[in-house]
């Protein structure tokens, strides 16, 4: 999967998170797709390194999405951790 697939997949995967996980967060279209293409990378390292499935490179392979979102997620929490609301 080249670059344009990763920064599409994580803008997708950073709006799929968004709605998991609802609440003021670093909002827009830049902020969804940085947090995404990160969780991407994390949780393809999470995959492979803990869980023993290293993420294929094929842009509909189901455990590559899972992997995505739940790295999003887990930024998404760890900003809220971090910072708190800070859009009060």
């Known amino acids: 999967m080249g670059i ?3 920064i599409i997949l994580g803008l997708l995967a950073g ?3 968004k709605m ?4 003021r967060d670093p ?6 797709t940085l947090i995404g293409v990160a969780g991407s ?6 995959s492979s390194r803990f869980l023993d ?5 094929h ?3 189901l455990y590559t999405w899972g992997a995505a979102i739940a790295g999003s997620l887990v930024l998404l ?3 809220r951790i971090l910072f708190g609301n800070s859009r009060d």
């Not at 499935?53 to 490179?57: F, I, Q, S, Y």
Request: hydrophobic content about 50%; overall charge neutral.
């Open 4 to 6: 344009i697939g990763w």
């Open 15 to 17: 709006g799929i998170a």
């Open 20 to 23: 998991l996980l609802p609440g």
């Open 27 to 32: 909002g827009g279209l830049i902020g969804t």
């Open 41 to 46: 990378f994390i949780g393809g390292w999470l």
């Open 53 to 57: 499935r290293p993420v294929e490179k």
């Open 59 to 61: 842009f509909f392979d």
């Open 77 to 79: 929490i760890g900003y």
